[in-house]
């Protein structure tokens, strides 16, 4: 990975990668974690801030050597060592993916309950990431919840969409099918594209047939 990629071309990258984007939000992956801390490298101001760059990159290349265990050892680390500082904060990020990755999903949600980023994308996921914890939990009324607000928190075509479609998945778990239908049905009006992909007609229908009377 280049150390001079800009956080716009990882912005662009993610959008347009398919197997980046959708990876990425079923599953909370290592490719996720790859670009909050890429990402990062763009916010780094002060020498608190500049202390845990040069840390930073170990979790990169422990990641890149696919040694999940070292780097959940480092993210643990930068985590208690920068807590408060974007550095910190991302691995928080990254750490809260990790723990997901390794089916520890209370660990998980504890870590990005905590994650407090001034970034669109990487706040957006993580809230997201969050619905997915309490979704693999069985807790499917705050999993529609989370991705309620992680859809809404900043409308796009890519993440808005995605988490409207996992908020109708979790309502169906729950037995809220009207909402379900209503989440399938703001996809199909507003976001076509992804509305074709999914074939959004089926699972409105779906959502419609076990609406109880």
Do not use: H, W
């Amino acid at each position: 990975m280049s150390e001079n990629i800009t956080k716009e071309e990882i912005i662009e990258q993610f959008k347009g990668n398919k197997i980046l984007k959708y990876s990425t939000f079923v599953v909370g992956g290592i490719a996720v974690v790859v670009l909050a801390v890429l990402a990062y490298q763009n916010f780094v101001s002060g020498p608190k801030e500049k202390a845990s760059e040069a840390e930073i990159a170990n979790g990169i290349m422990y990641l890149e050597n696919d040694s999940t265990r070292l780097a959940t050892e480092e993210f643990e680390f930068l985590v208690s060592e920068y807590d408060g500082y974007k550095g910190g904060e991302v691995s928080q990020y990254a750490l809260g993916n990790l723990y997901f990755e390794q089916g520890n999903y209370e660990a998980a949600l504890n870590e990005l309950k905590g994650v407090d980023i001034d970034d669109t994308y990487l706040m957006t996921l993580a809230i997201g990431t969050q619905g997915d914890c309490y979704s693999e939990l069985g807790d499917y009324k705050n999993a529609v919840k989370m991705y309620v607000k992680a859809a809404e928190r900043e409308t796009n075509d890519v993440t808005t969409p995605m988490f409207y479609f996992k908020a109708g998945i979790n309502a169906e778990e729950a037995g809220d099918f009207s909402k379900a239908a209503e989440y399938y049905k703001v996809i199909k009006s507003d976001y076509l594209s992804f509305a074709s992909q999914k074939g959004i007609d089926k699972f409105i229908t779906r959502a419609e047939n076990s609406v109880i009377e």
